[in-house]
């Protein structure tokens, strides 16, 4: 569908240039000489590839819109991962790569949304936070417990993370997907 150029909202995906492009930052610009228009920065679906483009209030781009499907993660088959629909229980599997540095936080029945084009997935959404439990975490310092300080553990799935000074081995933490951080403890 083509939209006007003005209408370029972040998290949009467009079809420019025969690839697929996701939003990542607009600016509107009205220069004191010249026509107004709108600065964006996409980020390309497939490659990773950055791009500043700049448009005319008077161009139009063409808006691609995706369907996002609930899947169920099965298992890892080394670089493949296999996932079944939740709706059709139809399987898919998918490339290591599609899902980034998340993988390592997929455990088996998880409900991850798949992001499909045309059919075709281009993405993978792990939810935003997963609860684990600290394997190996060094003791508490004494004295070091009034101040913010942070030290080294490692998860149940091997990640390393910094967590406060009071957690311990044993201990179950909620730790956000998009970052490998400590959240919170968990209830």
């Known amino acids: 569908m083509k939209i006007n150029s003005n209408d370029i909202r972040l998290g949009n995906v467009l079809d420019y240039s025969g690839k697929l492009w996701i939003v990542t930052k607009t600016q509107h610009v009205q220069p004191g000489k010249g026509g107004a228009f709108m600065q964006v920065e996409m980020k390309e679906l497939n490659g990773g590839t950055k791009l500043n ?87 508490v310092v004494k004295g070091q417990t009034a101040a913010s300080s942070y030290k080294p553990a490692v998860l149940s799935n091997g990640v390393r993370i910094m967590v406060p000074q009071h957690v311990e081995t044993g201990t179950r933490v909620v730790v956000d997907t998009s970052d490998a951080s400590y959240v919170e403890r968990s209830k």
Request: proline share 3%; aromatic share 10%; charged share 25%.
């Open 53 to 139: 483009e700049r448009f005319r209030a008077a161009d139009t781009v063409e808006k691609v819109f995706l369907e996002e499907v609930e899947y169920q993660f099965l298992y890892q088959d080394g670089e493949t991962l296999h996932f079944m629909n939740q709706a059709t229980f139809d399987q898919v599997q998918l490339s290591v790569d599609l899902v980034g540095d998340s993988v390592v936080f997929l455990s088996d029945g998880m409900i991850v949304k798949i992001c499909l084009c045309e059919g075709k997935p281009i993405s993978v959404s792990l939810p935003q936070t997963v609860v684990l439990e600290i394997i190996e975490a060094e003791p």
